[in-house]
């Protein structure tokens, strides 16, 4: 692996967003985690500025920074004011010529689509699922129950509660219509993989490895339908879900448990173009490790369980950002060449 660049040699900028229809308390945990991410980026030696994305025409926020001087450390989970825009924000940053942490805008637009996922895990033999997209509800073919029910191209859990598991015919009629109403948007219908759910992070590109993996612990929870991680499991405190999901790090795992989770997750990592970082979420049932979803711009907030994960590996959080920042550089066209 190359030599890392001197941080001091590198001027970092980090560019985030905050919407604003969000509330008051959803944009100032935002603030407060970029700050945060900046400080850490700062102490470790990093010359480090905060971009806040507040409007769609990313452009204007950049044209004083020349391209050959910074790497962009991308943490824009959304562009504001365009619905599914994370990809255009990536895009936007190609065409102005800059190196970018992160996901390039294809793998990001491909993420969007959940059926084109779906596809190039089977194309690569990677274990997903079983599944199908419906346009209208009524649901004809589908026989294996329980089933989930979700929208094609959300991501962070929109549209998943615990009645997104459905048990038979009915049910699934229902949610599919609630899922094309609600949504305006296909569903995607899965086999609900009834077992043990694990979250785990992949970094790297020429050289890619696994994070400890993180156990989501459903076993507070008898009815079947609670046990998933439903939106509200990950951004409604207090609730049911958010509170008694607990998170096992590093998951129980035998010496073959991790050997093959970490080769589904790898082979996953490479099949859908990720880059620099990503989280796979994951479940087990008899032996077999199946990919629910890819996420090539995962959450690295210092409490998120990619920073865990790295935690648990013995890295800080600066440690984390610093090898993100690393691994941008050396696609960058000048800092690439500078001497450590």
């Given at each position: 692996m190359p030599s890392d660049i001197a941080p001091e040699n590198i001027s970092v900028v980090l560019l985030y967003n905050v919407n604003p229809e969000w509330t008051p308390e959803e944009?100032?945990?935002v603030i407060k985690q970029s700050a945060g991410l900046e400080?850490?980026?700062q102490k470790t030696g990093y010359p480090t500025c905060s971009v806040c994305v507040t409007h769609s025409d990313i452009g204007s926020y950049l044209r004083e920074l020349d391209p050959e001087k910074h790497i962009i450390f991308n943490w824009c989970e959304d562009l504001p004011g365009v619905k599914h825009g994370e990809w255009l924000v990536a895009k936007k940053l190609e065409e102005m010529g800059y190196t970018f942490t992160g996901a390039d805008s294809a793998a990001l637009a491909l993420a969007q689509d959940k059926q084109r996922i779906k596809m190039i895990l089977e194309q690569a033999s990677v274990p997903t699922p079983a599944w199908r997209i419906f346009n209208t509800p009524d649901g004809q073919g589908w026989t294996i129950f329980p089933a989930i029910v979700k929208p094609q191209s959300e991501h962070c859990s929109a549209g998943i509660t615990p009645e997104s598991v459905v048990l038979n015919q009915n049910d699934l009629k229902e949610r599919i219509s609630f899922i094309?109403?609600?949504y305006g948007q296909p569903a995607l219908v899965e086999d609900f993989i009834d077992g043990r759910e694990f979250h785990v992070a992949v970094w790297g590109n020429e050289n890619v490895s696994v994070l400890p993996a993180a156990e989501m612990d459903f076993s507070s929870f008898r009815n079947i339908r609670d046990r998933l991680c439903s939106y509200e499991a990950k951004f409604i405190p207090g609730s049911q879900h958010y509170e008694e999901i607990t998170t096992l790090l590093p998951a129980p795992l035998?010496?073959?448990e991790k050997a093959a989770l970490e080769k589904v997750c790898l082979d996953a990592y490479r099949a859908?173009?990720?880059?620099?970082y990503a989280r796979m979420d994951i479940r087990l049932r008899n032996n077999v490790f199946y990919v629910l979803d890819v996420n090539p711009n995962a959450d690295i907030?210092?409490?998120a369980s990619m920073a865990c994960a790295a935690e648990a590996a013995g890295i800080t959080f600066a440690g984390m950002g610093s090898h993100i920042?690393?691994?941008?550089?050396?696609r960058h066209p000048t800092l690439s060449k500078r001497k450590k």
């Open positions: 944009k100032s945990e400080e850490a980026l094309l109403t609600q035998t010496c073959e859908t173009g990720c880059r620099d907030s210092s409490d920042v690393q691994l941008a550089v050396r």
